[in-house]
């Protein structure tokens, strides 16, 4: 198949793309620079020409600004137009392509398991419905950005990403100073659940939702048992051989890091992956200490 990937020089689509070219498939990269050989040219603000996809079998779309930052108003403002703009003009662009060649057939957007917001012990599944907060409406429009595409007879699949593990990038590299310093601890209460997946699994996943017929709209894309953050914690402590007994309380997260601590580290989800499990989908890495194990080694 030739796929084409957005996003393709960050921490997933970097491994997406070396998964696909492994397996046989042409993996193209679409950039904002002039493009070079295995690349096309697009502009996420500009109308994108349907013919560039017309020769394409699937499309991911994993572009878009990172959450990690200062939420000013300004801010938040340019992480929401960069899911929303991204995914509205490859979507039309899909949609045009379709109608005219029948390809792309496939179009897999990125999404993340925030649709659900702060939802304590209660347990999740793509039937669940969203939740409160910044991040949650984000995912929410960036969902609702593929309709067109689907729209025009696209299987269109939201990977609603979790906790990804992985040395280079997500949520685990910025965790690791300080528990190789034996400073980790658990964060707030401990009592938050985390849905964490393996980088191997969300590439596995997202591969696996270009192949596969059946999956369709929302994907939890996260392995298949979440933990306690407090568990997370002593998990990481345990790889790592450092203690992890000096806690980052809550009021602190709160006062340093305000709206985004609270939405990205005191926010409790405990999500299960229903859909893959329904289509099969085998987990390379299903318990917590293999994945933590694989991503430092």
Same mark, same amino acid.
Request: charged share 20%; hydrophobic share 45%; proline share 8%.
């Given at each position: 198949m030739r796929i084409l990937i957005s996003? +393709?020089?960050? #921490?997933?689509?970097? +491994? =997406?793309?070396?998964? =696909?070219? *492994? /397996?046989? @498939?042409? +993996?193209? /990269? =679409?950039?904002? @620079?002039? *493009?070079? &050989?295995?690349?096309?040219?697009?502009? &996420?603000?500009? +109308? #994108?020409? &349907? /013919?560039?996809? /017309?020769?394409s079998d699937a499309v991911v779309h994993l572009a878009g600004k990172n959450i990690a930052g200062l939420w000013t108003r300004e801010f938040k403002q340019e992480v929401l137009e960069s899911r929303i703009c991204g995914t509205l003009t490859i979507a039309g662009a899909a949609a045009e392509s379709y109608s005219k060649t029948g390809k792309p057939r496939v179009f897999v957007c990125a999404s993340g398991m925030s649709y659900y917001g702060d939802r304590g012990d209660e347990i999740l599944t793509e039937d669940s419905s969203p939740g409160p907060g910044f991040l949650a409406d984000v995912v929410r429009q960036w969902e609702a950005a593929t309709t067109v595409a689907r729209d025009a007879g696209l299987r269109v699949a939201s990977m609603r990403i979790g906790v990804v593990l992985a040395r280079d990038g997500g949520a685990l590299k910025p965790m690791l100073l300080p528990f190789r310093l034996g400073l980790g601890g658990r964060v707030g209460s401990g009592k938050q659940w985390w849905s964490w997946i393996a980088l191997d699994d969300v590439v596995g996943a997202t591969k696996f939702a270009i192949e596969n017929e059946s999956l369709q709209g929302p994907v939890n894309t996260v392995g298949p048992a979440p933990v306690p953050n407090a568990e997370f914690v002593r998990a990481l402590g345990r790889t790592l051989h450092r203690p992890a007994i000096f806690p980052l309380p809550e009021f602190l997260i709160r006062n340093l890091l305000g709206e985004m601590g609270q939405e990205l580290l005191l926010t409790s989800a405990r999500v299960l992956p229903q859909k893959l499990n329904a289509a099969g989908y085998k987990f390379r890495y299903a318990n917590l200490p293999d994945a933590l194990a694989e991503a430092l080694r």
């Open positions: 996003g +393709a020089s960050g #921490l997933i689509g970097s +491994a =997406l793309s070396r998964e =696909l070219r *492994a /397996a046989g @498939h042409e +993996a193209i /990269a =679409l950039v904002r @620079h002039p *493009a070079g &050989p295995g690349e096309v040219q697009w502009d &996420p603000r500009q +109308a #994108l020409d &349907p /013919a560039k996809l /017309a020769d």
